[in-house]
């Protein structure tokens, strides 16, 4: 039996172990009788993790104590509780899921052998004898003690009867083996077990377990059938929400979208809001929030948002205005340089979730290690749900699902969900796609509240009575081309020639357009103009050095790693990629990149000047960045965790500043040769230029 039950990785020095293996092992290995648990909270988590081990034993009871959120009705706050703990279970996995649940009526409902033989006394004492297996409930003051004890051995600590206290949670527990202990703590749970204080709750469990989706019990066709006539209409009817007295007052449409959102979350577990810009998601998004919270029992209420660095200051004001006391944010961008801190939340919310349509980035596989810790609710925010193809869809609807292909197996009859979205993509299947964005989206465009309004009449009104207007759109086409006359090539080739400056550029293998009409040969590519361009720029590239980027060449060979120095070879092809898929993309793509470029040349000039250099960790966190900014929303420079003045005042930064971020450290100069400075100075500032020639000439273009 392990010593020290924390829940957490064994090491060389300590033998650790999670509770719920510690328990497995001890009732495989012993085979008690019995088991006595005394424990501040249960959930049903506890038993589909535990329950087959527990209905080996010949008895267990169960001493519950529960922290209420007032004074009064405490027995129907346990019951909301045990209620929401049954609506939370998914209906995905119906079969699974009513297999271990009928499998916990069962355990409860085992009769007593014995009970026959009891004086009538005791029987009518105790009615509740004639169960094996009992579950009391001690509702003052607070039962806060954890106690799992056999007849050999006993569990003490902090550990409660829930899925967090057996696996989730880190805990401190150790086991007790001594007799005269054992005898005393036999003692202490006798004493409240049989406390006039405490009573029997078992047969209400039973009954709410029996009248849930996944209990056993026969309703009347009548009922039935009003159930599904309310299924169907709930979404008219239910005017008033939770919310309705809280701080943020919603349009009727949005009050409509939240009720969607809050049946699709119940039935998936999460739920995807695809409303166009300027419906306002983050505000439905807060009242999911704050409904989903009010709903959880008060330990199951970690709140997780998601959201690009820019807009953290505005989830902060919203949540603490809509009063939210606890919750966590994280950016994005830093999602991608660490996993999140080992903890597991209930609620997550995501905001521009479009950001996790690709499955490699670093910062999709670190959210996805934290999704996978419990069974969160997950709310996914963006108005662009799909921008190359359905496999965008498909990679964020993954995060509501865990990962988890099988899903929507038993619901939409949809055996592999990657399966699916293939074969959507491959054929275009408008109509198959709907089968998804019918149960798991919630979305309206513009068109649609317009159309509720001139054509249905309906009268879309803000909180405050104003009616809904939107100004139309004037798109701003903005045509370019490479210009007709040569003259910007010709400079864009004698820009990279400079061998006077330094030697990387070979100018000779790039040839200015031929401007003869002579056909081209069979199977060359045409020297268009744009075509010479894209040559000029892949040259350019293909010479770069990334100076600031591969400090460790102007050492002294002896004090070179050379690790480092074939590691530091990989950067200019991933830099030159990543640049050349900006171009790709668009020249507005390419241009921003090169800015963001200089601008690091730039603060590494100064960091250097001033004797310091860039840590090579940071360096790590700017390319991950530079590959991953595929978006407007991620900002290769949140690295540096430079406010958004600070940004824009780059170069005003101080070297105190990035000291005080642990951003950078001290040169070692005797590792570098005297001419060092110069030379590095020098090779900087020639690459510089020539990125900032890049440039204003791809601006030129547009201009």
Same mark, same amino acid.
């Given at each position: 039996?392990?010593?020290?039950?924390d829940?957490?990785?064994?090491? @060389?020095?300590?033998?650790?172990?999670?509770?719920?293996?510690?328990?497995k092992?001890?009732?495989?290995?012993?085979?008690?009788?019995?088991?006595?648990?005394?424990?501040?909270?249960?959930?049903?988590?506890?038993?589909?993790?535990?329950?087959?081990?527990?209905?080996?034993?010949?008895?267990?009871?169960?001493?519950?104590?529960?922290?209420?959120?007032?004074?009064?009705?405490?027995?129907?706050?346990?019951?909301?509780?045990?209620?929401?703990?049954?609506?939370?279970?998914?209906?995905?996995?119906?079969k699974?899921?009513?297999?271990?649940i009928?499998?916990?009526?069962?355990?409860?409902?085992?009769?007593?052998?014995?009970?026959?033989?009891?004086?009538?006394?005791?029987?009518?004492? !105790?009615?509740?004898?004639?169960?094996i297996?009992? /579950?009391?409930?001690?509702p003052?003051?607070?039962?806060h003690?954890?106690?799992?004890? %056999?007849?050999?051995?006993?569990?003490?600590?902090?550990?409660?009867?829930?899925?967090?206290?057996?696996?989730?949670?880190?805990?401190?527990?150790?086991?007790?083996?001594d007799?005269?202990?054992?005898?005393?703590?036999?003692?202490?749970?006798?004493?409240?077990f *049989?406390?006039?204080?405490?009573?029997?709750?078992?047969? !209400?469990?039973?009954?709410?377990?029996?009248?849930?989706?996944?209990?056993?019990?026969?309703?009347?066709?009548?009922?039935?059938?009003?159930?599904?006539?309310?299924?169907y209409?709930?979404?008219e009817?239910?005017?008033?929400?939770?919310?309705?007295? #809280?701080?943020?007052?919603?349009?009727?449409?949005?009050?409509?979208?939240?009720?969607?959102?809050l049946?699709?979350?119940?039935? %998936? #577990? #999460?739920?995807?809001i695809?409303?166009?810009?300027?419906?306002?998601?983050?505000?439905?998004?807060?009242?999911?929030?704050?409904?989903?919270?009010?709903?959880?029992?008060?330990?199951?209420?970690?709140?997780?948002?998601?959201?690009?660095?820019?807009?953290?200051?505005?989830?902060?004001?919203?949540?603490?205005?809509?009063?939210?006391? *606890?919750?966590?944010?994280?950016?994005?961008?830093?999602?991608?340089?660490q996993?999140?801190?080992?903890?597991?939340?209930?609620?997550?919310?995501?905001d521009?979730?479009?950001?996790?349509?690709?499955?490699?980035?670093?910062?999709?596989?670190n959210?996805m290690?934290? /999704?996978?810790?419990?069974?969160?609710?997950?709310?996914?925010?963006?108005?662009?749900?799909?921008?190359? #193809?359905?496999?965008?869809?498909y990679? @964020?609807?993954?995060?509501i699902?865990k990962?988890?292909?099988?899903?929507?197996?038993?619901?939409?009859?949809?055996?592999?969900?990657?399966?699916?979205f293939?074969?959507?993509? !491959?054929?275009s299947?408008?109509?198959?796609?709907?089968?998804i964005?019918d149960h /798991?989206?919630?979305?309206?465009?513009?068109?649609?509240?317009?159309?509720?309004q001139?054509?249905?009449? @309906?009268?879309?009104?803000?909180?405050?009575?104003?009616?809904?207007?939107?100004?139309?759109?004037?798109?701003?086409t903005?045509?370019?081309?490479?210009?007709?006359?040569?003259?910007?090539?010709?400079?864009?080739?004698?820009?990279?020639?400079?061998?006077?400056? !330094?030697?990387?550029?070979?100018?000779r293998?790039?040839r200015?357009?031929?401007?003869?009409?002579?056909?081209?040969?069979?199977?060359s590519?045409?020297?268009?103009?744009?075509?010479?361009?894209?040559?000029?720029?892949?040259?350019?590239?293909?010479?770069?050095?990334?100076?600031?980027?591969?400090?460790?060449k102007?050492?002294?060979?002896?004090?070179?790693?050379?690790?480092?120095?074939?590691?530091?070879?990989?950067?200019?092809?991933?830099?030159?990629?990543?640049?050349?898929?900006?171009?790709?993309?668009?020249?507005?793509?390419?241009?921003?990149?090169?800015?963001?470029?200089?601008?690091?040349?730039?603060?590494?000039?100064?960091v250097?000047?001033?004797?310091f250099?860039?840590?090579?960790?940071?360096?790590?966190?700017?390319?991950?960045?530079?590959?991953?900014?595929?978006?407007?929303?991620i900002?290769? %420079?949140?690295?540096?965790?430079?406010?958004?003045?600070?940004?824009?005042?780059?170069?005003?930064?101080?070297?105190?500043?990035?000291?005080?971020?642990?951003?950078?450290?001290?040169?070692?100069?005797?590792?570098?040769?005297?001419d %060092?400075?110069?030379?590095?100075?020098?090779?900087v @500032?020639?690459?510089?230029?020539?990125?900032?020639?890049?440039?204003?000439?791809?601006?030129?273009?547009?201009?």
């Amino acid at each position: 039996m392990r010593k020290i039950i924390d829940n957490e990785p064994k090491t @060389q020095t300590l033998d650790r172990y999670t509770l719920k293996d510690a328990l497995k092992e001890f009732i495989d290995s012993e085979k008690p009788d019995n088991l006595d648990i005394a424990t501040g909270f249960f959930n049903l988590k506890a038993w589909e993790m535990l329950g087959n081990k527990l209905l080996t034993l010949n008895s267990c009871r169960i001493l519950l104590g529960w922290e209420y959120r007032s004074s009064k009705n405490t027995e129907n706050e346990i019951q909301n509780a045990f209620l929401q703990m049954l609506d939370e279970i998914p209906i995905t996995e119906y079969k699974e899921n009513r297999a271990y649940i009928n499998s916990l009526i069962a355990f409860f409902e085992r009769k007593n052998e014995k009970w026959h033989s009891l004086p009538q006394n005791i029987k009518d004492a !105790k009615p509740e004898l004639q169960y094996i297996n009992q /579950l009391r409930i001690h509702p003052s003051p607070r039962l806060h003690g954890k106690l799992y004890l %056999f007849p050999k051995i006993a569990i003490v600590g902090s550990s409660n009867f829930t899925n967090g206290g057996l696996l989730g949670n880190t805990e401190l527990n150790i086991t007790i083996e001594d007799n005269e202990s054992l005898t005393h703590l036999k003692e202490w749970f006798e004493h409240f077990f *049989s406390s006039r204080r405490t009573y029997d709750y078992r047969g !209400k469990l039973v009954d709410l377990l029996q009248d849930s989706k996944f209990g056993n019990k026969e309703y009347d066709p009548f009922i039935v059938f009003l159930k599904i006539v309310f299924e169907y209409h709930k979404y008219e009817l239910q005017k008033t929400l939770e919310d309705e007295d #809280g701080v943020i007052r919603l349009a009727e449409f949005q009050r409509e979208g939240v009720s969607r959102a809050l049946d699709i979350i119940e039935e %998936f #577990g #999460g739920v995807m809001i695809a409303d166009a810009v300027g419906l306002g998601k983050s505000y439905i998004g807060i009242v999911l929030l704050r409904t989903l919270s009010l709903r959880a029992p008060p330990m199951n209420n970690d709140i997780l948002i998601v959201c690009p660095a820019q807009l953290r200051d505005m989830w902060n004001e919203l949540l603490i205005n809509s009063g939210f006391n *606890s919750f966590t944010i994280y950016s994005q961008e830093m999602m991608s340089r660490q996993p999140i801190e080992r903890r597991a939340f209930d609620i997550i919310l995501v905001d521009e979730s479009h950001n996790f349509r690709n499955p490699k980035p670093k910062r999709y596989r670190n959210f996805m290690s934290v /999704l996978v810790r419990k069974d969160p609710k997950v709310i996914l925010l963006t108005a662009t749900p799909i921008n190359i #193809g359905y496999m965008d869809l498909y990679h @964020q609807l993954k995060l509501i699902f865990k990962n988890k292909d099988t899903a929507l197996n038993d619901s939409l009859n949809i055996p592999d969900l990657n399966e699916f979205f293939k074969n959507v993509e !491959k054929e275009s299947g408008v109509d198959d796609i709907n089968l998804i964005t019918d149960h /798991l989206i919630v979305a309206r465009s513009r068109s649609i509240i317009r159309y509720r309004q001139k054509v249905l009449k @309906q009268d879309i009104l803000l909180p405050d009575g104003r009616k809904i207007e939107f100004p139309d759109r004037e798109l701003d086409t903005i045509y370019y081309q490479v210009l007709k006359d040569q003259d910007i090539l010709h400079e864009i080739c004698g820009k990279i020639s400079c061998s006077d400056v !330094k030697d990387v550029f070979d100018a000779r293998i790039l040839r200015a357009p031929d401007k003869s009409n002579g056909d081209s040969d069979e199977g060359s590519v045409p020297k268009t103009p744009s075509n010479v361009l894209y040559e000029c720029i892949f040259e350019i590239l293909r010479s770069w050095e990334a100076t600031p980027f591969t400090l460790e060449k102007y050492k002294i060979e002896k004090h070179q790693v050379p690790e480092i120095i074939r590691n530091s070879r990989s950067i200019v092809p991933l830099l030159t990629t990543t640049l050349l898929k900006r171009l790709e993309s668009s020249i507005f793509s390419f241009i921003k990149s090169i800015k963001n470029l200089i601008i690091f040349y730039k603060i590494s000039l100064i960091v250097v000047q001033k004797g310091f250099h860039i840590k090579s960790a940071v360096i790590r966190e700017f390319l991950n960045f530079f590959e991953e900014q595929i978006d407007e929303d991620i900002d290769p %420079f949140d690295f540096l965790e430079l406010s958004e003045e600070e940004y824009e005042n780059a170069l005003d930064i101080t070297l105190d500043i990035l000291l005080s971020r642990n951003k950078i450290e001290k040169l070692n100069k005797n590792q570098f040769p005297e001419d %060092f400075l110069k030379l590095y100075l020098r090779d900087v @500032q020639y690459e510089e230029e020539i990125l900032m020639d890049i440039a204003i000439i791809m601006q030129e273009i547009l201009s």
